[in-house]
């Protein structure tokens, strides 16, 4: 089984500032990785996805993460945020070749950008 | 191209009655996943299908809920005899590909049960 843990529920920084938000896994196999972004009332919109390759994935909106194996990790990076990117990030995992096709989701950090 | 759809975006429901919720994927997906998030919880995957297939249903509660993807018109999740935990955001995503690597998500549809 999989699970994912985001370590922090709320994240305030101020406009321009660097952010990173963290995500860890577990798992017993290979998973592919996820960052969805919600906006308030609406639907997920995917961020960035690690599939294979190149361990630092760039995504949409300046975001970028980095896939480490042995620490489990997929960190979500913006090196300067905007009011704009306020939102609920959620990371999420799927077991690499899993017939079941479900996304196993933490349970999302909410970023507040400040001017 | 539409993105998922999904209707409504918002429903109350008073206990004990039914609740229906469409979603349609996007075009060329035949594959439809069902989410429910909580408050303050995160996504919670309850249902995958593809067109007259059920092929995961490990996520749904035992009772009271069902879903159905027929060969012509939207996904349905049907919760009868709706209690106040069902109150929740229903996500539906679709994927054009089975154990997808990407899946797209509709605006959801809020459940409020009084």
């Known amino acids: 089984a999989q699970s994912v843990t985001q370590l922090d529920s709320q994240v305030p920084v101020f406009e321009e500032a660097p952010v990173e938000l963290r995500c860890n896994y577990s798992s017993s196999v290979s998973v592919y990785l996820f960052w969805y972004v919600q906006y308030p009332n609406q639907g997920l919109q995917l961020l960035l996805k690690y599939l294979s390759g190149s361990t630092l994935v760039k995504g949409i909106n300046g975001f970028e993460a980095e896939f480490n194996k042995s620490q489990t990790s997929f960190h979500l990076r913006k090196p300067s945020v905007h009011i704009s990117d306020t939102a609920e990030y959620f990371c999420a995992v799927s077991p690499y070749g899993g017939s079941q096709g479900n996304l196993i989701f933490g349970k999302g950090t909410k970023l507040s950008v400040k001017p | 191209n539409a993105g998922v759809m999904q209707n409504p975006r918002h429903l109350v429901r008073r206990r004990g009655q039914e609740a229906r919720l469409r979603c349609s994927p996007m075009k060329g997906h035949s594959h439809v996943y069902w989410y429910r998030q909580l408050p303050e919880e995160g996504l919670k995957f309850m249902v995958y299908l593809q067109k007259e297939n059920i092929i995961d249903e490990s996520g749904m509660p035992k009772e009271r809920f069902s879903a159905e993807f027929p060969k012509e018109g939207p996904s349905i999740l049907r919760i009868q005899q709706v209690v106040r935990g069902d109150s929740a955001a229903y996500f539906c995503?679709?994927?054009?590909?089975?154990?997808?690597?990407?899946?797209?998500f509709g605006p959801g549809t809020r459940l409020t049960v009084t």
């Open positions: 995503a679709s994927s054009p590909v089975g154990g997808s690597y990407e899946q797209y």
